[in-house]
């Protein structure tokens, strides 16, 4: 019978193309689309893995799981929430075992009264997830033109991978994206870490997913 999940994955293997993303095509095919094989690799999952998936035999992928299937075939932000919908009736990764959840965002007094200490110097107060608690008015000044600022909750991470200014921001993006992304993994807790990487995968696309922590080829 299969699933949602499974039908999905299979379809979209077989209208990618190897060349759409970059696959060297060696010898006749078969078919036109991806093969098992090549997706598993992309995925950093094994074939037998992906298979069960497609299959049906397996409805219980994790959310990383589902997210490497997503980059393997290089989905855009609608099919990655597809993708995710889809997961979740399947018996998936959207109803995983630990229970998601926001993180609170309460200062401790105490650190506010170090920031307030800190005027007029440039700085911050940020969780692990790297929401803008706190900042000094010279902060703010500096960062206002940067667009940081602008959302009523504002973000350090959500704005490093889903905001193009980011990049004129840091000039070493790259290095700044690792070690958000790394922070994140070391987030407040399992809970709070897995709602914000649903929360944030489908918009932040693979510049964000491909830093976290990828499934071992023994699923």
């Given at each position: 019978?299969?699933?949602?999940?499974?039908?999905?994955?299979?379809?979209?293997?077989?209208?990618?193309?190897?060349?759409?993303?970059?696959?060297?095509?060696q010898g006749r095919r078969r078919a036109p689309g991806l093969r098992r094989t090549e997706l598993a690799?992309?995925?950093?999952?094994?074939?037998?893995?992906?298979?069960?998936?497609?299959?049906?035999?397996?409805?219980?992928?994790?959310?990383?799981?589902?997210?490497?299937?997503?980059?393997?075939?290089?989905?855009?932000?609608?099919?990655?929430?597809?993708?995710?919908?889809?997961?979740?009736?399947?018996?998936?990764?959207?109803?995983?075992?630990?229970?998601?959840?926001?993180?609170?965002?309460?200062?401790?007094?105490?650190?506010?009264?170090?920031?307030?200490?800190?005027?007029?110097?440039?700085?911050?107060?940020?969780?692990?997830?790297?929401?803008?608690?706190?900042?000094?008015?010279?902060?703010?000044?500096?960062?206002?033109?940067?667009?940081?600022?602008?959302?009523?909750?504002?973000?350090?991470?959500?704005?490093?991978?889903?905001?193009?200014?980011?990049?004129?921001?840091?000039?070493?993006?790259?290095?700044?994206?690792?070690?958000?992304?790394?922070?994140?993994?070391?987030?407040?807790?399992?809970?709070?870490?897995?709602?914000?990487?649903?929360?944030?995968?489908?918009?932040?696309?693979?510049?964000?997913?491909?830093?976290?922590?990828?499934?071992?080829?023994?699923?």
């Amino acid at each position: 019978m299969g699933t949602p999940l499974g039908r999905f994955i299979r379809a979209k293997r077989d209208q990618t193309r190897p060349e759409d993303l970059a696959i060297p095509v060696q010898g006749r095919r078969r078919a036109p689309g991806l093969r098992r094989t090549e997706l598993a690799a992309r995925a950093g999952i094994s074939v037998e893995y992906l298979t069960r998936i497609e299959q049906g035999r397996d409805r219980n992928p994790s959310g990383t799981v589902v997210t490497s299937i997503a980059d393997g075939l290089s989905l855009d932000s609608a099919e990655r929430r597809h993708l995710a919908y889809l997961a979740k009736i399947s018996g998936g990764a959207c109803a995983g075992p630990h229970h998601r959840e926001p993180p609170r965002r309460q200062v401790r007094p105490e650190a506010l009264q170090v920031l307030h200490l800190l005027k007029p110097a440039v700085a911050m107060i940020t969780n692990r997830l790297g929401d803008i608690l706190a900042c000094t008015p010279g902060f703010r000044a500096v960062m206002d033109a940067t667009g940081m600022l602008e959302t009523q909750l504002p973000s350090l991470t959500r704005y490093i991978f889903t905001d193009p200014r980011a990049r004129d921001t840091f000039p070493d993006w790259d290095h700044v994206a690792d070690e958000q992304a790394f922070s994140l993994w070391l987030g407040p807790s399992i809970a709070s870490y897995e709602w914000f990487k649903a929360e944030l995968a489908p918009t932040a696309g693979p510049e964000f997913t491909r830093r976290l922590p990828r499934p071992t080829a023994s699923y």
